[in-house]
């Protein structure tokens, strides 16, 4: 069967592998810094791009280069960019499209981080932000200016889960030639595909639902045309923020489960999500697979399901939060997301917390916030630890 027929899943096992000449049903892992040549002739061939040849780590591997293969397949893209790790990929984003006098136009709530470095970091190289709530694309057409060269967008958002009509975006960047950037970290491959809805680049946190083990810190651009793809390689080369062979292959092997990780965590947020929005000391839900959240339709059109995120606030606010986050058992008090384990976490105090009073208000990210990442235990057992936990509230 060509390769370009299969199924999501079957790719997901499949894509990238690369044939080793023993046969090896999985790919050995190049843990190697440099590639000899057969001659000084080959090697200047292979620094010219005259022959196709690995050179040394940092500008590409046979393992890494697996990954990015199959990565790019799933999310519909010409090529993937495998890098250190999720920040590593909105660095490489950020330095190949802004730059002095340059603007950016990005989502109000976006992973802490990405939007602290912008308002911290790039401001000392004269990059212009703009941070709108995306949710409605009107604001993102006010805030367009001759000078914004990139439109930054996460959806669902980190925490508040709002979700951006990308297609509609899309359009509008193309009118004005900007670049459009989507960190699909919370969806993956599995649930939305960013580049078929008119992005230009696509953005992991390959440390989150594509490795989905807990145990890598790893991320990824996958861009949709050629151009894009050498403008961002170079940075990603040139900045040192390559992946390492023996984190690739782990990636690559956490990949291989995607879809059936995301089946199964997601039929468990439902399920969670629905006694959450039942019980009495839970105040409001958010999460997209319930008729009460805001964008409900549009989740329903733009993503395959409604993911394993949810957002929830208290009666009573931080301090029932906290009380609840700290009785629980079978969930881990932790940040991160997307893992086998249910994670519990408070974005206002932790994962955002670097972000101003205002920021934190205008993104919607309230004190009373809690953050729950839900993995593929059992649901009795998940429902079970965070009814106890009620209790305490
Ligand atoms: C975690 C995360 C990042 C940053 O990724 P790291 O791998 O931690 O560097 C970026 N975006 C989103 C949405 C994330 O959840």
Request: proline share 4%.
């Amino acid at each position: 069967m060509h390769n370009e027929e299969l199924g999501f899943n079957s790719q997901a096992v499949h894509a990238g592998k690369f044939d080793d000449a023993l046969g090896s049903a999985i790919s050995p892992i190049y843990q190697t810094s440099t590639f000899s040549f057969d001659n000084a002739d080959h090697g200047a061939k292979c620094f010219s791009g005259e022959v196709k040849g690995y050179i040394y780590t940092r500008i590409g591997n046979p393992t890494i280069n697996e990954l990015e293969q199959a990565v790019a397949k799933l999310e519909n893209g010409f090529g993937g960019i495998a890098v250190s790790s999720g920040m590593a990929a909105v660095n490489t984003v950020y330095l190949a499209y802004l730059g002095q006098g340059k603007h950016v136009v990005a989502h109000n709530a976006l992973y802490g981080p990405s939007r602290a470095i912008l308002e911290s970091l790039y401001v000392r190289f004269g990059v212009e932000s703009t941070f709108v709530d995306a949710t409605n694309t009107e604001n993102v057409a006010k805030a367009i200016r001759p000078n914004t060269s990139l439109i930054y967008l996460e959806t669902p958002a980190n925490p508040t889960m709002g979700i951006t009509d990308i297609k509609e975006v899309a359009v509008l960047a193309q009118k004005h030639g900007i670049t459009v950037c989507v960190d699909n970290t919370f969806c993956s491959p599995y649930l939305q595909k960013p580049l078929d809805l008119g992005a230009d680049i696509v953005l992991h946190s390959m440390t989150k639902f594509i490795n989905g083990h807990a145990d890598i810190v790893a991320g990824m651009l996958v861009t949709k045309t050629k151009e894009h793809y050498d403008k961002l390689r170079p940075v990603m080369v040139g900045m040192g923020c390559n992946m390492d062979p023996h984190q690739a292959w782990l990636t690559r092997r956490g990949l291989k489960t995607l879809g059936i990780r995301i089946d199964r965590a997601q039929e468990n947020a439902i399920k969670v999500a629905n006694f959450l929005e039942n019980h009495r000391k839970v105040e409001w839900v958010l999460y997209p697979g319930l008729a009460s959240h805001p964008q409900f339709e549009l989740a329903k059109k733009q993503m395959k399901g409604p993911g394993a995120m949810i957002s929830f606030g208290l009666h009573g606010g931080l301090d029932a939060g906290k009380r609840m986050m700290d009785n629980v058992q079978l969930a881990l008090l932790a940040v991160s997301l997307g893992g086998i384990e249910t994670l519990i976490q408070h974005p206002a105090s932790m994962t955002h917390s670097k972000l101003s009073a205002e920021a934190k208000r205008l993104g919607g990210i309230t004190d009373g916030l809690v953050r729950l990442s839900v993995g593929i235990e059992d649901v009795e057992d998940i429902i079970a630890d965070l009814d106890q936990a009620l209790t305490k509230v």
